[in-house]
């Protein structure tokens, strides 16, 4: 694939294997993944070492069509969705949908998917295109800051990873997920690359998937937080500053959008989140070895 190559979508689901990235995942996950299954040729999970694993033996995850990778620890969630993508290509398939294990497939979502990336994907040159989403947490947006907004589709600068749908080719061009990330910003960091190389991402307006971004506490007057333990807040910070750092001098709205918006987060959790102390220190943890360009998998941190 090159820069200026327009990706043609795919013909039909035979074509889309979808990766699962599991860790300690709710009751929920069986559904899940049988609602995928609707709508794929095959699943791969890949579980970031769970030790519990008796929710692999209910019945999605024992169809020929599931092809289940176990790993004994968390290496993250990049290098599992890397793994699968990996196993996905080695069986023959050259398009991937990547979902978080709690999040819901709705009925339709790949064809109309489908049917966005046929109706702008010449034009706009798009290389991932994603749902709607909804969820509990009722200030999450998957348009935000959109490019170009039609009654169908979106083109937006960034996805999130769960509902991605893309060809594996697209992994040649840029290159894979960031596994020095471990977790969080993995998705922006992608969609930042991607666009770097002329490619657009294409959210489908008429298809809405479940999907929580972490718990939201509802506050007066500013509306709400979306609400992360300590160790997640670490990542969020030390990660947008690593890539902050990145896109400085090429991508000057995304230094100031993401600069703005994490100080919005870093007010809001020194006001409102509880343990305070240990909230405060991860995020100022987070900062610093961002600046200092460290990464990976964080310890010491709970």
């Known amino acids: 694939m090159t820069e200026t190559e327009v990706i043609k979508p795919p013909r039909g689901f035979s074509e889309i294997c979808s990766i699962m990235v599991t860790y300690f995942?709710?009751?929920?996950?069986?559904?899940?993944?049988?609602?995928?299954?609707?709508?794929v040729d095959h699943l791969i999970v890949v579980d970031n070492g769970t030790s519990d694993l008796s929710?692999?033996?209910?019945?999605?995850?024992?169809?020929?069509?599931?092809?289940?990778?176990?790993?004994?620890?968390?290496?993250?969630?990049?290098?599992?969705l890397n793994e699968g993508v990996r196993a996905a290509i080695k069986m023959g398939y050259k398009w991937v949908l990547t979902m978080d294990q709690d999040s819901r497939l709705p009925e339709g979502c790949i064809e109309e998917m489908i049917h966005v990336w046929s109706t702008c994907g010449s034009r706009s040159n798009i290389a991932m295109v994603g749902p709607n989403y909804e969820g509990a947490n009722r200030f999450q947006t998957a348009t935000s800051g959109a490019l170009e907004h039609t009654s169908d589709y979106a083109i937006v600068k960034e996805i999130i990873t769960s509902g991605t749908l893309m060809p594996t080719t697209l992994f040649e061009s840029i290159g894979e997920f960031r596994e020095d990330l471990f977790i969080d910003m993995v998705d922006i960091e992608f969609c930042l690359r991607a666009r770097r190389r002329g490619f657009s991402v294409a959210v489908a307006l008429k298809t809405r998937m479940q999907h929580q971004l972490g718990s939201t506490k509802a506050l007066p007057w500013i509306g709400g937080i979306s609400s992360h333990p300590?160790?997640?807040?670490?990542?969020?910070?030390?990660?947008?500053?690593?890539?902050?750092?990145?896109a400085w001098g090429y991508d000057w709205h995304f230094v100031f959008s993401r600069s703005k918006k994490m100080l919005l987060i870093a007010v809001k959790i020194v006001l409102f989140e509880r343990p305070w102390l240990k909230n405060v220190s991860s995020v100022a943890r987070g900062i610093c070895h961002g600046l200092?360009?460290?990464?990976?998998?964080a310890e010491g941190i709970e």
């Open 25 to 39: 995942p709710e009751a929920e996950v069986a559904s899940n993944a049988r609602a995928i299954l609707e709508q």
């Open 55 to 80: 929710f692999l033996q209910s019945g999605p995850f024992q169809k020929p069509h599931c092809t289940v990778i176990r790993w004994n620890e968390n290496f993250g969630i990049a290098a599992a």
């Open 230 to 246: 300590p160790l997640r807040n670490y990542y969020r910070f030390r990660n947008s500053v690593l890539i902050i750092k990145e």
């Open 292 to 297: 200092i360009g460290r990464s990976g998998k």
